[in-house]
């Protein structure tokens, strides 16, 4: 009997997302196995009346083709999809979380599914880990803009989202000098300022801030008025969306609600309106928000992506279950997906990157 492996894509999109199905299902096809996509991260299996018997659907060559280069996931991904707190509504209206993570070990078998490769970030790949704990054999694939999961450099996404990020931060540029105006670029990032520090050096902001330094706001405004004092009469700040003041908390647009995480926004608005009133210059600001999630990977991203696919296909012929491929240059490897949600990776604020962005003038408000 050939192998039937199961895939699906959970959480945000990344650009990349793709690349690694089409890896996955060329890669199993050329060992002689099956790829069965989930639709929607688990929806295919727990919603199965809104796809009309679609909700899993054999993936064959032909389904994957034409396909690396483009954004977003041909499976569909949500964010509220968590089936260990998925969200009922009762008859009352209200809407209480229920475990229905049994009801897919059932239907891997009912479908006999040997596997599961779950294509995602934190988020996903605890869910991936809960139900391995509950028997399923599963492998997971690194996958967010964010850049913040452990135990692998890198994931594929992220840096299409800094190239976003940079080219917005260049635009930016011309129209704040020739207007004399500081500009509040907002990026991506709740727990991790990767790409605010990538994005921001790359594109030489004056200021970033990201969440593992804490800001305080009359250095962010001292090192813009230096700058117009210095006759450079306008400034681009770089703030993660999770970037927040010494003792503070970071900004949000939303309150945590059933399945769902509280949504960040806000601080380049929060920013911008002080810097005008501190500082007395002309301030605006920017939310570059999904915008970093969208559109073609870059050509690192794919081949990350592509990378990771084959590579848990490799897993899938050695049984090492249980474990997340993860990119450790020069090689993609296996590790325990315990070890990589042990702990977030953070940015290191002693690192290099770090080190070259003050030894340059960037200044994190600190
Ligand atoms: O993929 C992670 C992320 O990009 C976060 O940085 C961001 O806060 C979040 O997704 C937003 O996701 P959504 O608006 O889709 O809930």
Redesign the pocket.
């Given at each position: 009997m050939p192998m039937r492996i199961a895939i699906n894509t959970g959480?945000?999109d990344?650009p990349g997302l793709n690349a690694v199905i089409r890896a996955v299902v060329l890669a199993a096809i050329n060992e002689g196995w099956e790829v069965y996509g989930i639709r929607d991260g688990f929806g295919g299996i727990l919603d199965p009346e809104k796809y009309n018997g679609q909700g899993v659907v054999r993936l064959t060559a032909e389904s994957v083709k034409g396909i690396t280069h483009v954004g977003g996931t041909i499976l569909g991904t949500s964010?509220r999809g968590n089936p260990m707190r998925w969200p009922q509504r009762q008859p009352d209206g209200t809407i209480v979380e229920v475990d229905r993570s049994d009801e897919i070990i059932k239907a891997f078998r009912r479908l006999k599914l040997d596997c599961l490769i779950a294509i995602g970030?934190d988020g996903s790949l605890s869910i991936a880990r809960h139900l391995r704990d509950k028997g399923l054999q599963v492998i997971g694939i690194p996958k967010?803009?964010?850049n913040d999961l452990g135990s692998t450099l890198m994931t594929f996404g992220f840096l299409t989202a800094v190239e976003t990020a940079t080219d917005a931060i260049d635009k930016l540029h011309s129209t704040a000098e020739a207007h004399k105006r500081t500009f509040v670029v907002e990026v991506?990032?709740?727990h991790a300022g990767w790409i605010a520090l990538f994005s921001g050096v790359a594109g030489t902001a004056d200021v970033i801030l990201i969440p593992e330094i804490p800001y305080r706001i009359e250095k962010v405004v001292a090192k813009i008025r230096e700058r117009y004092e210095r006759g450079r009469e306008f400034a681009i700040v770089v703030a993660a969306?999770g970037a927040k003041p010494v003792g503070g908390e970071p900004s949000f647009v939303e309150a945590a609600r059933p399945g769902q995480e509280a949504?960040?926004g806000g601080i380049a608005e929060k920013l911008a309106r002080q810097i005008a009133e501190m500082c007395g210059v002309e301030t605006r600001s920017l939310v570059l928000g999904?915008l970093?999630?969208g559109g073609q990977p870059i050509s690192y991203d794919r081949l990350l992506a592509l990378r990771f696919g084959a590579a848990a296909i490799e897993l899938v012929k050695r049984g090492d279950f249980g474990s997340m491929v993860s990119l450790d240059p020069p090689d993609v490897r296996a590790v325990p997906l315990g070890e990589a949600l042990a702990r977030p990776k953070l940015v290191d604020v002693n690192g290099d990157v770090v080190r070259t962005a003050r030894a340059i003038g960037i200044s994190f408000g600190d």
């Open positions: 959480g945000g990344a964010n970030g967010t803009i964010d991506m990032g709740r969306e949504r960040y999904h970093q999630r």
